[in-house]
Every structure is written in C-alpha cells, then in structure tokens.
C-alpha cells in the first residue's frame, strides 16, 4: 500500500522558494551590473540605481533565507537535517550513492528509492549551498566597500585584501554561471526522478507529501 | 592705512608668518601650504596653527632613495606650477639624500648618505620609491655595492618612519608584476614589522606626500591605515564613490568607445573597463598637477593603480573583469559561462531523451491502474 509521508516542512519549502526568486532576480540584476545592457536616454534616469538596488535587496531576501535553512537544519525533522546532505558518511548511504551514480550514467537499472533525497542529490545540495555561502560573503565583502570601516567593510573587508578585489568579483560573477547549470541539471533531474519514481517528487516541493511504497525502501 | 593684504586673516600667529618670510617662503604661499594640507588631512579647521606651528620650526630630515623605480614619483613630486607643494616642502624639510635631485654624485652621495642616516639615527625620515628584488641575493639592483635589499633594510630600521611613495614600493608594482623575473617585493614584506605607511598610485600623488610628512611632523606619528597600510585619509573612499561620472552610472549611461557621443558627453566610462569601483584613491577630490585633472576626468578609465598587485589584477585595462585563468585572451567570464551553461542543457537533453526511451526502471509499475 503506497503510503504519504510529509517530508518537506514549510520551512524548508518556504526557504526553497524565496532562494529560487532571490537566485533568479540577482542573477538578472547580476549579469545587469557586469555588463549594462540598457543604456538610459536621460541622466534623470537611474537604471542601473535600480538594478543595484534590487540586487542588494534580493541579497538580504536571499541572505536571511539561506541562514534560515541552515538554522532549519539543526530543528527540522531528517529530512531537512545538516546530516541528510552528507549520506556518504554511511556505508549503506555509499552504497546508495554508487547505484544512483550508476543509474544516471546507464551502468545501472535500479534507482535508489528514497524518502527524503537520493545521495547525488543531496550532495549536489550540498555543493550549492557552499555556492551560496560563497555569494554571500562574497557579496557582501564587495558591498561592504561603498563604506570602508563601516559593518560590512569591518567584518569582511579581510577577504577583499586576501583575495583581491578584481578576483572577488570575478569569482562571484562565475558563481552565477555555475549557479546557472546548477538549475538546468536541477530542473532537469527533478524531472526525471518525478517520472521513473512515481512518489511526487516534483509536486512535494510545493505541498511537503511524497507517496512512498514502503516495500520498495 | 593698511590694506587688507597687509592684515592677517588667517588663523596662524602673526609672530610664526614673518619668521618664515624671514626664512624666504611666501607668506601667502606658507598660509595656502598649510591650510590646504590640513584639508587634505581631513583635520578640523582649528587645527591651521598647529599644522603651521609644527611646519615652521622641525626640519625633519629626510631621506629619499630609489631601488627599482621609474623615478615617476620624484618626477610627480617635483612636477607641476608654482609654486608647488612639494617645492614648498623642500624649504621646510632637510633633504639629506635624494638620487633625483641631488648635486652630489658616486662616492660622495653615497658618504652623505651614511652620514646621514647616523647623524640622524632613529629620527630621519625614510621615502622609499621602487621595489627592491629579492632574486640572485638581490644582484639586480645594486648602490655602491651593496645590494637594494642589504641598503633598503638598514636604512628602515633606522628610519624614525618609513613612507613608501608610489605603487612599487608599496605592493611591488610593476617589477613585481608576473612573471616578476628579479622577485621584486614590498618594503613592508622585505622589512616586515616596521612603521611604514604606504601611498601606492602611479606615481604617487604629491598632495598626499606632502601632507603624510605633515603629520608626522605635527603629531609625530604616522596617520592611520587602512588594512593595505595606506593612510585613511587618502584612500579611505572608492574613486568610484567619489567619481564626478558617477550620475550617468547610476542612470545608465556608458561610453562604449573612445570618442563615441557618449564619451564626448563625459558618460561613464565602466564598460570601457574603469577600475574604480575597485580602487581606493582621492583622486577624484585630490587630482593631479596642483588640481587640474584626473584620468577619469581626462576621459580615460581607472586603473586601479593604488591597488595591490594593479598590474595583474586590473589588466585587462580596457575590460571590466580579469581574464579567466586558463582560458584564451577573448574569452570572458560570460562566454564561458554561457558556454557551460549550454553544455549543461544539451547534455541533460541527451540523456533526457536516452532516459524516455529507458524501459523497466520505473518504481511502481505493478501498481500503474489500467483504466480502459
Ligand atoms: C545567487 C546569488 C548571487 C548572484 C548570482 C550574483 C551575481 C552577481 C553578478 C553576476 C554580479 C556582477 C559582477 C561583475 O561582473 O562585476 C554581481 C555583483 C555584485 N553582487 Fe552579486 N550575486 C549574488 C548574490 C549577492 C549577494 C548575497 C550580495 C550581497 C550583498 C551581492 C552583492 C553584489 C555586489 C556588491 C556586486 C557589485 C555591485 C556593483 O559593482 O555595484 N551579490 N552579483
Ligand atoms: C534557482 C533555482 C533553484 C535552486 C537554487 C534550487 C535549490 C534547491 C535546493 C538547495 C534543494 C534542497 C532543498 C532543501 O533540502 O532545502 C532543492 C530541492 C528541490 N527543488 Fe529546487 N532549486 C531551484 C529551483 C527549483 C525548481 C524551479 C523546481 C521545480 C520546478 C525545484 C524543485 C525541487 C525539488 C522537487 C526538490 C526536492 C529534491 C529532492 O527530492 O531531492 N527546484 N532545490
Ligand atoms: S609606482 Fe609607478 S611611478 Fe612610481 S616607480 Fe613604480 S612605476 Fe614608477
Ligand atoms: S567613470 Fe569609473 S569611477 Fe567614475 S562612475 Fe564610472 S565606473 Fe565609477
């Protein structure tokens, strides 16, 4: 008897949602400020005022979204817990890891059936989610510069020195290319997994329910 | 009757102005020094006599050598109308040895540098212009025998403090550039601990010299720093922040060639690979040659010269973002990215279309309901 477990608590879907809006709008606002395609008639005009407000705006959506998640990883069920992006810790999650690798590269027939994510899955998110501490901090190292000695600029302006402020910027600039691909992958397996595993992979990010067979875990 | 010439407005003693016109310095000259220096140090108004005061009776002596440099920032200091802050300075400081303007030469200046530097031990002031090689046991460059980097150490532990004019000494500049053949450094990582403050840009700008000796002649110590060792007061703000282009910025109008309308209009030069959103510098307020311009106001993009490493960095000058490492001189961050990006979907869409046509790895298909 197929059975429906709630595995996506609001918060985490909430989390994902305004991170999906956030990553898409600095994306946009993003790639605006590194090349200005737009060029204002009138010098009354502030387009690129706007693309950098809304960029910095989408930041600190995006910045209280993510610390939000991260803190939902020490509260939240299994699922949603720091240990569920790290599967390959567990013989039984390698072994996981190994045939779901598998299954994506034709080696294997068999997908891992899974309640929460699949190990590749997981450590795809794993990797995202250091992406995203990376756009952070280094966002806010370059935004911090506006005010040298001020909050931001006293807290992060040690990564510009360290880094440089040139390879900062194009580091956080190639961060949304690898952003970018993240997304086609992402979309693109969600698919996947939502046709070959019949559980509702796709609709249980917007409703939290999965339909899981338990003979099949 | 006296004319208003003749009645001093300005807030420095009566008494301190006809000593230094008893010294052959201007008057006028003297009380523009003065205030505009304190200006540029961002000090209060209130503090014009105390400036004036500590300018007029220590002759701080100075000792200005050169070790891999162009000699721009001599040039820099020296250059430009009367009267020059940097002429007036050369009245009120005791330079004691100078490779640019000094009548000695060979063995003579080299005596007089010694001498110097122990007559003066622990007192003088060190300006250091050009970077000092490392490689060869400092073969590269040598004074009277003596390596840079023996010369340079020994005169900065000396030194009462160490003023480090123009993007070499500071971070290594140009010699330092890669692939830096001669392992040219920084005076601060060859003598790492000492009190050097740095004022990188190519050249230095002289107003900042100027008034960095002032403060130290006035408060006896160096101003402060940022985290790069250059003092608050010069690069405490971002040319970008600061930059008279910076209306069009924000509205979105850009140059997109030299000598286009919108250059000609003085549009914001950001496509045209300006740095100076990323370079800390008052040359916008400052600018060069006694006031007169600046590179972004000559119509030419920052670049970024007052940063460390700006050589490699920076470059491309004309590009907004550096080359990716690895990748062709014509491939920018965005077509690589795009080209990754479309990688990404044409292989998904591959194995999309091999996965559609998969047969028996779907979970549940005993349990698939026939409706007829
Ligand atoms: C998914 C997250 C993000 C993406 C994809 C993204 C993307 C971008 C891109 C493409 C640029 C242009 C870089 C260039 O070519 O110079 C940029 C600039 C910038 N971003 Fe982000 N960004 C993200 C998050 C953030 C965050 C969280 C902050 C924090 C404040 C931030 C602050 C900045 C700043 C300050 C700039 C430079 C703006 C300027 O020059 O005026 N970004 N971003
Ligand atoms: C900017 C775009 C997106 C980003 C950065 C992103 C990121 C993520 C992350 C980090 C997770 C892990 C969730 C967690 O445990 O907190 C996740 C899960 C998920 N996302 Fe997204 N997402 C994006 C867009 C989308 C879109 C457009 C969809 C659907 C149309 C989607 C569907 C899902 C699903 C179904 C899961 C659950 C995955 C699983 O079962 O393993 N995502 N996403
Ligand atoms: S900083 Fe510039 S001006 Fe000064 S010595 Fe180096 S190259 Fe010449
Ligand atoms: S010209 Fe350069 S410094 Fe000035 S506003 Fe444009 S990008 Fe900023």
């Not at chain 1, 810790?89 to 045939?99: C, D, H, M, P, S």
């Not at chain 1, 961060?175 to 997304?183: D, E, R, T």
């Not at chain 2, 200046?109 to 400092?138: C, F, N, R, W």
Request: with cysteine.
């Amino acid at each position: 008897m197929l059975k429906i477990y709630y595995v996506w608590e609001l918060p985490v879907r909430i989390c994902h949602w305004i991170n999906v809006l956030s990553v898409i709008m600095l994306s946009i606002t993003g790639f605006f400020i590194g090349s200005p395609f737009i060029t204002a008639p009138e010098t009354s005009m502030y387009v690129m005022g706007w693309m950098r407000f809304l960029h910095f705006a989408f930041a600190y959506l995006f910045t209280v979204s993510v610390a939000a998640r991260i803190i939902w990883m020490f509260i939240g069920n299994h699922h949603a817990s720091w240990k569920a992006f790290i599967p390959w810790v567990t013989a039984e999650g390698r072994q996981n890891f190994i045939k779901m690798f598998r299954y994506y590269t034709f080696t294997g027939k068999k997908i891992t059936y899974e309640v929460g994510h699949n190990p590749v899955a997981a450590t795809a998110y794993l990797g995202i989610f250091a992406l995203f501490i990376f756009q952070i901090i280094s966002g806010f190292a370059m935004y911090g510069q506006f005010e040298p000695g001020g909050f931001w600029n006293g807290l992060l302006g040690g990564i510009n020195v360290l880094v440089g402020n040139q390879w900062l910027r194009l580091l956080h600039h190639g961060v949304m290319w690898l952003l970018a691909g993240f997304i086609i992958n992402h979309i693109y397996s969600g698919w996947l997994m939502d046709l070959k595993m019949r559980n509702g992979t796709m609709s249980g990010i917007f409703s939290g329910y999965r339909y899981i067979e338990p003979e099949d875990l | 009757m006296k004319t208003d010439l003749e009645v001093n407005t300005s807030p420095i003693p009566e008494e301190l102005l006809q000593r230094v016109e008893a010294r052959g310095i201007n008057r006028r000259d003297f009380i523009k020094f003065c205030t505009a220096t304190t200006a540029a140090l961002a000090l209060p108004v209130s503090f014009i006599p105390t400036v004036a005061q500590a300018v007029e009776d220590k002759r701080p002596p100075v000792i200005w050598v050169e070790y891999q440099s162009c000699s721009g920032d001599s040039e820099a200091f020296l250059r430009g109308n009367q009267p020059t802050a940097g002429e007036l300075i050369l009245d009120l400081i005791s330079l004691e040895y100078s490779d640019v303007v000094m009548a000695a030469s060979g063995h003579q200046a080299e005596e007089a540098k010694h001498q110097a530097m122990e007559k003066y031990k622990g007192q003088y002031i060190l300006v250091v212009e050009g970077s000092i090689p490392t490689g060869a046991d400092g073969a590269y460059c040598t004074i009277a025998g003596e390596s840079a980097m023996v010369d340079c150490k020994k005169l900065v532990q000396n030194a009462a403090a160490t003023i480090c004019v123009g993007s070499c000494s500071s971070f290594g500049g140009i010699p330092a550039a890669a692939p830096n053949p001669t392992n040219a450094v920084s005076v601060s990582s060859l003598v790492p601990g000492a009190a050097i403050i740095n004022l990188p840009g190519c050249p230095v700008n002289a107003t900042n010299l100027t008034a960095t000796i002032v403060h130290f002649m006035t408060f006896g110590k160096l101003p402060a720093v940022d985290r790069l060792g250059r003092p608050k007061f010069a690069y405490g703000k971002r040319i970008h922040d600061n930059c008279e282009r910076r209306g069009h910025f924000d509205a979105g109008q850009y140059a997109e060639a030299f000598g286009d309308v919108a250059h000609r209009q003085g549009h914001c030069l950001y496509k045209l690979g300006c740095k100076g959103p990323e370079s800390f510098h008052n040359c916008p307020t400052v600018r060069y040659n006694e006031g007169i311009s600046w590179p972004v106001m000559a119509g030419h993009g920052c670049i970024g010269c007052s940063e460390p490493g700006f050589w490699d960095t920076m470059s491309p000058f004309y590009r907004r973002l550096p080359k990716v490492p690895g990748f062709g001189i014509e491939d920018t961050a965005d077509k690589i990215g795009i080209g990754l990006a479309a990688a990404t979907a044409v292989a998904f869409g591959v194995h999309g279309v091999a996965s559609c046509f998969r047969k028996g790895d779907a979970m549940e298909e005993d349990k698939v309901v026939k409706e007829d």
